[in-house]
């Protein structure tokens, strides 16, 4: 129609407006941002992310692929959680943890809940969720760059507990899917995948990767840490040097090697960045330094083997996110977008 213009505004957002009644749509948005972190909540079509820059959290419809809301927090993003509907967590390179309230009416609105304005020193790296049955009570876990795990009472937002945990900085935590209140994995930047006891309030495991140069790996650094969703709920962790290695859950051995250099056929390096396991623990997807995703089988009975690959991004990924009901794929990258992927089987 003659009627009809598309433009643009200085955040490169596009609009159809209609110049006769001046009313005007949005059809795409950009960001200069780089996504630090994606999360699901409860919903197949509703995600969050948080920016690495000016703290940015923004709920997006994957239906629509238009953002819901947003707000912004005056330091830059590090660490995000999805809990339940409504609840969304995050952490800041100033060690702040704000926890937003998501309300449903006629648009979607956002606004804090809370803050713990120091909770680390230092950056907020990882939020986890726990909740006590026998003691009825709901545990906020967080990981910072001062290697302390801090537990946090949900309700009142009280420090319950405060363990130096790593040497380094913790930067990933990892809720035990089989025992949930008893057993949190944490990853430190030293290398170390540790297993923390709630109950014994010890950490009672301390997994490294295996120096013995008989072995011929150079694994180079841990990277991130998933666990499998399946009767052995072993440990997985990533390496730069494009290695996934194979934890037992409960003990310090490590049980398998997957060389994803050799499996995706690829003489130079690989550097994975991030990994995250479907939801039925039957695919694993990684994403490298320079922007491609790679989806792998995990079936216990199968053997493991590329089943695709895809160059989404132009930068490294920084995050991945598998819907609720395993049919998409959701990717950030350090160049400032968001992909998302249809997956079937």
Not at 52 to 71: A, N, R
Not at 188 to 203: A, H, P, V, Y
Not at 295 to 311: D, P, Q
């Amino acid at each position: 129609s003659s009627n009809i213009i598309i433009s643009t505004d200085i955040e490169s957002n596009v609009y159809q407006i209609d110049i006769t009644s001046f009313k005007y749509n949005l059809l795409f948005q950009s960001s200069f941002n780089p996504i630090e972190k994606i999360k699901f909540g409860a919903f197949n079509h509703m995600f969050a992310t948080l920016t690495s820059t000016h703290g940015i959290l923004t709920i997006w419809d994957l239906s629509t692929y238009l953002s819901l809301g947003e707000i912004k927090y005056p330091k830059n993003g590090t660490a995000l959680l999805f809990h339940g509907e409504n609840k969304i967590l995050t952490g800041f390179d100033n060690g702040a943890i704000v926890c937003y309230n998501m309300t449903h009416n006629q648009s979607l609105g956002i606004g804090i809940k809370w803050e713990i304005k120091s909770a680390h020193r230092g950056k907020v790296n990882c939020l986890s969720i726990v909740k006590m049955s026998k003691i009825n009570k709901t545990l906020l876990l967080s990981g910072g760059d001062d290697g302390l795990l801090n537990i946090w009472n949900y309700s009142t937002q009280q420090l319950i507990s405060q363990y130096h945990a790593m040497i380094e900085s913790i930067i990933e935590i990892v809720i035990d899917f089989k025992y949930p209140e008893y057993l949190v994995h944490l990853l430190g930047s030293n290398g170390q995948i540790g297993t923390f006891s709630l109950k014994r309030e010890d950490m009672i495991i301390r997994r490294m990767i295996p120096r013995n140069k008989a072995l011929q790996y150079n694994f180079g650094k841990l990277t991130d840490l998933i666990q499998s969703h399946n009767n052995e709920y072993e440990l997985i962790s990533s390496t730069s040097n494009g290695y996934l290695l194979i934890w037992d859950q409960e003990l310090i051995d490590l049980i398998d090697i997957i060389d994803c250099k050799q499996m995706v056929n690829i003489n130079d390096s690989l550097c994975i960045l991030s990994i995250a396991i479907s939801n039925n623990s039957k695919y694993l997807c990684f994403g490298d330094n320079i922007g491609s995703i790679y989806i792998i089988s995990m079936n216990m009975n199968l053997k493991k083997e590329l089943i695709a690959k895809y160059n989404i991004h132009s930068g490294g990924i920084t995050s991945i996110a598998w819907t609720p009901d395993d049919k998409q794929i959701i990717t950030s990258s350090i160049d400032s977008s968001i992909a998302v992927s249809n997956f079937y089987t």
